[in-house]
């Protein structure tokens, strides 16, 4: 429920207005070398008030460890760890606790649970996310501690809108945020260096788990690998993935239209993921809804809000593939 | 690695040229009439050799159900099943058992095993969707008694190659099948009278498992839900789904931009999802590969395959998706 | 549910009396030398009807595998099979079909699936052991094909009744199979040459797993581990298993109190565990109970059946053991 | 590895030395009322230092709840807490880092991590149970805020070495102190108002499941339920629990041998579990043993130390049947 992965895990908990947000890191091998330092700066990446396009919320998002390293080095216990909320100011949601903002989850977690901490989105608030940024960091450390060749991660914002020039992206988000409005983005992921044989057919092939992970993190709404949608246009001759060797001893590939994975198994090219990011829902118009009685009421939500979630959803991004390559690796390692 | 679900499970074993496939559904309630009449339908509609599109291999597909029932009705203990290969040519595969098909898996099995059943692509053969087929009529009928108003699952194929006519796509495969060539196509489900609650945030959300198990199925590249990839070039204004209530009872949604699922979990209305397919990778064409031995050879694929996927995967995503709506059903009676 | 392990597991279906009984094998290595000539034997050693003092059900407890092996080698893939139940004479429990036998798992699972297959225990029937015993077969010929310093293990009927002279047990079973009763008894296991370093604390400790996968095992009511319950009357210092070393290379022990595991995970030395299995509750004797109706009535239960569960549970002990080292080992693979 | 549970789990962190432990509940259904103040009184009852005969490290053992709860009731999401360690004496445990204690973890942590937090045990300390004793008293407050009729569990030393009388079990631990030595318990423990049918056979049934915590709590050498091991002394005759209806709607037992659980599924009768404790290892005695580079030493383990766990594990006996009793009571309510 509010656990990732199968052998490399983490737990999370918290709410964006509690006192603090944290996790469980179960699974990390003994004897790598980890501390704050290694898992401070991803969190720096991804807090919030970075820059005037970001929500100006403004928070340190300093990591406390509880356990699970001694002198340095990691335990193979489990690593628990905290984020304080410092920044919050849960009066700003006073006036809309009772009401439902569209395209939030705040409908949802009402029918489901019957109560919800309204304050900040509570528990479906991405500050959650700041929980996947740790846990990347350490599944990073870990997994390049352990193969002889690092693995390499990045993604980037490669639309936002209509528009595909990343230079005229900062003038649309500011557009967009003086019209009170939000605006969806893509985002495109990029592994490189990860070593073949991941992944476990048939039900937990390694692009089941990424399209997994990807599509459970906040406004993402559609996931695709390699080709993704655009097989739909190809014919088969266009799609294969001829390989040849050089030398005899490395099979290479002429295209990879298949995103590194085949039959659910990386073949150690380049892994290439493209997630949708809709809107933030948060936007300062005035918008039909119901309340708790049923009444229909307008309501706008003021808050600090991103404009483009695509200005931080990248650190949260990559902190998944971290965390699904090193569980998979670990996975594969029982059966090597 | 090879079991589906949380609560309600199926785990699935079978090879395309072994003598059986089959599996073991666990975590179906008692007292559920079922028989082989409930399931054989939908393994009827899946099987190859229905019509002069898709594979002339001819099975028939008929399941064998060893326990879990008695005097027609389920009786909460684990259903056992296999269904029978019969009409497995395995000398088809004699000349391409030491190479490796492009966009197949075999080089991936071969890498991570070191050994593989290369008769009819083994483990990885489309043959192994039939389980899932059965898994979810299993699941269909379940869910459905256990629900006052039924849901309902259908699905097409809306796009083959850029063709979105469907009067043209008959025509569109033969010329692709006479061409030795295959095509890639885009299916659509909708989901019905599904009840809100459905996901289990944060790391089990409904869509997030949605995306595992549709990314699952053999030859699919990419899955979106709701508007998909088009949020990217939404306005927060525009993807909002405002909430009205006509009658002061229920909430209604003035669109349905988030495909029926707000954080994680069913709003009750229809969830939307869509599926990219690739091309069959199995095609009657010269192609480069290498061979067991690093050799670079060229290979031809003749066996018998469907030229366009979509023809025989909709009861597979339709599978799936029942017994995924079922297993979060099952999960979510626990907590209320 | 319905299905054991972490990583090496099975799923078991099958009822006493349906056609067949089976599983699935998952998470075996790939490249392990495997055959139906592994498995058979063990299926021998437990089947009933081998001497005159177990139940005279006689089934040959054939097994039929479907998959996961090819050119009798392991593939990596799920290992599906059945053993097909023959000798099955369902009229035998007309009578009792609508009454609760004493000490039988009848009662519960009418209470909790409000349904069930009455004919020779169904689900509850000790006949679900064989899934087991083949399961353990597959376990030990994997674990020692991946071990350089193969593991064994055996295990003994050590008391009767009150009697612990193994000679005098075949007298003690015949009196009290002539007196229409039946007889506990209590079984020891060893595993010798067992690596160290098997078990995940603190939730999936190796004694954990030893004693859930025992004490779910059909008649047992106790388990313990090397000294056992004999702890209680033991002080500290003549419980600790000092150390030393002969060669300053190899630690040993002087003694081994704690069965071959401390903190959860095993220690090189011996494993020891002793379980007290019930007398069969099937016996030939009028006893009082109720109906579905809640009437009160008595009972007999004919049947053919074994006085003393002992001298067909050896066999099971032994497989589990079998499963849960494999399972282990393959965890604790993920982390060296 | 770190987690307890099905549907209701925990994950639990920390060293005995490190700054906290703690842990994450997941699965707690929503709208329980449910505060500090609910926990706080089992972790007194736990804590050291409360009397003489206890290990006189002093530990406040304050819960700091970070999550899970909204104006006094749960949310339905996970629920993440920190106990603090305050009162730790690292430099206790200096001369011993290179040794390994007897009896103690000590060593296989060694073997299997290569690396151990050496002060106080680390992850393998007793510490780490007051994690389980405050996620016991959430599952207590959530599952007798299910249930119409509270549930009720106790449990008490009934054994101390040979002694019976718990008059003398004071002096008995004053002497065995007095002698630099420990000594081992039986402890008893009883649940009544069970409800009927939890447990889900066949491979988690109740017992089993039951089996597995209790000999996972550190020091537990044996588990038993009802008879326990003396059913090896009995007849089925007299193992029989059998049945009748006062009234012709409340089917009652005229014994309870079975310890309330038929086939792995609770009965309703008192579940009735008795677990074997062997001697603290830690012991103000010289011992033989290695250190890291296999060279023969002695050890004397000073620290503060129980003499007897049997004064504290009680808490944590119950409390792990707190836990088993809500985790499967909401795994019940999915099939019901």
Redesign the interface.
């Known amino acids: 429920?509010?656990?990732?992965g199968h052998?490399f895990?983490f737990?999370?908990?918290?709410?964006s207005h509690?006192?603090?947000?944290?996790?469980?890191v179960?699974?990390i091998?003994?004897?790598i070398s980890l501390s704050k330092e290694d898992i401070q700066p991803a969190l720096d990446l991804r807090r919030p008030g970075i820059n005037s396009l970001t929500t100006q919320r403004n928070e340190p998002d300093q990591i406390?460890i509880?356990?699970?390293i001694?002198e340095g080095?990691?335990?193979?216990?489990?690593?628990?760890f905290?984020i304080k909320n410092t920044n919050h100011l849960s009066t700003d949601y006073d006036d809309i606790k009772d009401k439902?903002r569209?395209?939030?989850?705040d409908?949802?977690?009402e029918?489901?649970?019957?109560?919800?901490?309204y304050r900040g989105g509570?528990?479906?608030s991405a500050r959650?996310t700041a929980v996947r940024v740790a846990c990347g960091a350490i599944a990073k450390k870990t997994l390049n501690s352990l193969l002889p060749k690092s693995v390499s991660i990045s993604s980037k914002v490669i639309?936002?809108?209509?528009e595909t020039d990343p230079t005229k992206f900062k003038e649309l988000i500011e557009k967009?945020k003086q019209r009170n409005?939000?605006?969806?983005?893509?985002v495109e992921l990029q592994a490189s260096n990860v070593p073949?044989?991941l992944?476990?057919?048939?039900?937990?092939?390694l692009?089941?788990?990424?399209?997994?992970?990807?599509?459970?993190i906040n406004a993402v709404?559609?996931?695709?690998?390699?080709?993704?949608?655009?097989?739909?246009?190809?014919?088969?001759?266009?799609?294969?993935?001829?390989?040849?060797?050089d030398d005899?001893?490395?099979?290479r590939f002429?295209s990879n239209?298949?995103?590194g994975i085949?039959?659910?198994?990386?073949?150690g090219q380049d892994i290439i993921v493209r997630i949708?990011?809709?809107?933030?829902?948060?936007?300062n118009?005035i918008?039909?809804?119901?309340d708790k009685?049923?009444?229909?009421v307008s309501i706008t939500t003021k808050g600090r809000h991103d404009p483009c979630i695509g200005l931080r959803i990248c650190p949260v991004v990559e902190a998944m593939m971290w965390c699904i390559l090193l569980d998979h690796y670990?996975?594969?390692?029982?059966?090597?």
């Open positions: 429920m509010n656990r990732f052998i895990t737990t999370s908990f918290g709410e509690g006192p603090a947000i944290g996790g469980i179960d699974g091998p003994a004897n406390e509880f356990s699970g001694f080095k990691t335990t193979g216990t489990p690593l628990g905290i439902f569209p395209a939030h989850a409908l949802t977690y029918l489901k649970y019957g109560i919800r901490d509570g528990r479906s959650e639309q936002i809108g209509t967009t409005d939000s605006i969806g983005c893509l073949p044989c992944g476990s057919p048939i039900y937990d092939k692009d089941a788990d990424i399209a997994k992970e990807m599509m459970g709404k559609g996931v695709e690998i390699g080709e993704g949608f655009n097989v739909v246009n190809l014919y088969g001759s266009e799609n294969a993935d001829e390989m040849f060797s005899g001893e490395n099979i002429k239209h298949a995103g085949l039959g659910g198994i990386s073949t949708a990011v809709k809107p933030t829902p948060s936007i118009q918008l039909s809804t119901v009685d049923k009444k229909n670990l996975m594969n390692k029982s059966f090597q």
